[in-house]
C-alpha cells in the first residue's frame, strides 16, 4: 500500500520546506560546477517546485519507487534534471553519493534521463513536447484500470512552443482527465531569448483556461501558494489542471537570477563559493 503522502514526506525536526530548496539549489550549483554540465539556471528555477512536490504532495515511496498505486511525476524540461537528481537522492530514492557521477560517462545519472536510470524516475525526457503526453497516456491509463493516481508533469514555458504540448492540452479535457496536473515553470527565458519575444505565449493562463483546463497563476517560488494550489479540490475531478508557475531562472543566486547566460555557463571555484555564501 502507498501510504499517506503527509507520513511519506514528514520532514526532519526544524527542516523547512525553504531550507530544503536551499540545499537543493547548493547541490545543484556544486553538480554543474564539478561535472561542468550546462542548463543550471533553468535547473534553479523549478526548485521550489519540486520541492512542494515531493516533500509534500507526491505519494511516492523510495522503499516501493514501482508501486501500481504512485503518483507519476515527469520533468518533461530533462535539461533540467540535475533538480530531480538531488531530490530523489535527498529522498532516500538512491545514495548521495551517486551525484558525484552526473554526466560523467556511463554514469547512471546522464545529463538528460535515460528511461529508469535511477529509481523514481520514469521517463526519457529532454526532447521537449514530449513529457505532457506521456503523462497525458499515464492518467488516461489510470482511470481506464480505475486506479487513484495522480500524474505532474512539470514543463518550460519555451516548451509551450511545441505543437504536441497542445495537442495533449486539446484532448486531456476532452477525454475528462482529472488526475493530471502540468506545472508551467515561467521563467521568462528560452536558450536564445525572452520566451514571449521568441513565441507569443501570452496571456498563457487563459490559454490553458480556454482549453478546458483549470488554470491557475501563482508565485512559482511560494511553496506554500505552490502546496496551497497543488492541494486544491475543485469540485470538478472532470477536469485537469494547469498552473502557471511565475519562476526567475537561476533564482536563488543574485548574479545569476534572470540572466539567460546561465543557461550554458559552468560556474567556477570563486563563482560556486558565492553562491554558497548567498545560500547560507
Given amino acids: 500500500m502507498i501510504a499517506d ?9 526544524n527542516d523547512t520546506l525553504e531550507a530544503v530548496a536551499s540545499r537543493i539549489r547548493r547541490q545543484v550549483i556544486f553538480m554543474s560546477h564539478r561535472t561542468g554540465a ?17 516533500y509534500h504532495i507526491l505519494k511516492i515511496e523510495p522503499k516501493d519507487p514501482n508501486n501500481k498505486m504512485r503518483d507519476r511525476f515527469i520533468l518533461s524540461k530533462g535539461h533540467a534534471i540535475a533538480t530531480q537528481y538531488a531530490i530523489l537522492a535527498d529522498k532516500g530514492f538512491f545514495p548521495v553519493e551517486l551525484l558525484a557521477t552526473f554526466a560523467q560517462p556511463d554514469s547512471c545519472l546522464p545529463e538528460h534521463p535515460a528511461p529508469r536510470c535511477v529509481p523514481g524516475l520514469e521517463v526519457a525526457t529532454g526532447s521537449l513536447g514530449h513529457g505532457l503526453s506521456i503523462g497525458l497516456g499515464m492518467a488516461l491509463a489510470g482511470r481506464i ?61 487563459k490559454k490553458w483556461s480556454a482549453f478546458g483546463w483549470d488554470a491557475y497563476e501563482i508565485d512559482g517560488h511560494n511553496i506554500k501558494e505552490l502546496i496551497d494550489v497543488l492541494s486544491r479540490k475543485t469540485g470538478n475531478n472532470h477536469k485537469p489542471t494547469a498552473i502557471i508557475a511565475h519562476t526567475i531562472k537561476g533564482k536563488g543566486v543574485s548574479f545569476m537570477e534572470d540572466d ?14 558565492l553562491a554558497m555564501m548567498e545560500l547560507g
Fill in 145 to 205: 484500470q480505475q486506479q487513484s493516481y495522480q500524474v505532474y508533469v512539470v514543463v518550460s514555458d519555451g516548451e509551450c512552443n511545441e505543437g504536441s504540448v497542445w495537442e495533449a492540452a486539446l484532448l486531456a479535457p476532452a477525454q475528462k482527465i482529472g488526475n493530471l496536473t502540468v506545472i508551467i515553470d515561467y521563467n521568462k527565458w528560452q536558450a536564445t531569448g525572452r520566451s514571449n519575444e521568441v513565441m507569443a505565449l501570452e496571456p498563457l493562463m
Fill in 38 to 54: 550546462a542548463h543550471l539556471g533553468s535547473s534553479l528555477s523549478c526548485v521550489d517546485i519540486l520541492v512542494a512536490l515531493y
Fill in 5 to 13: 503522502a503527509k507520513k511519506i514526506n514528514q520532514m526532519l525536526e
Fill in 260 to 273: 539567460n547566460n546561465w543557461h550554458y555557463r559552468i560556474p567556477n571555484a570563486e563563482e560556486l563559493n
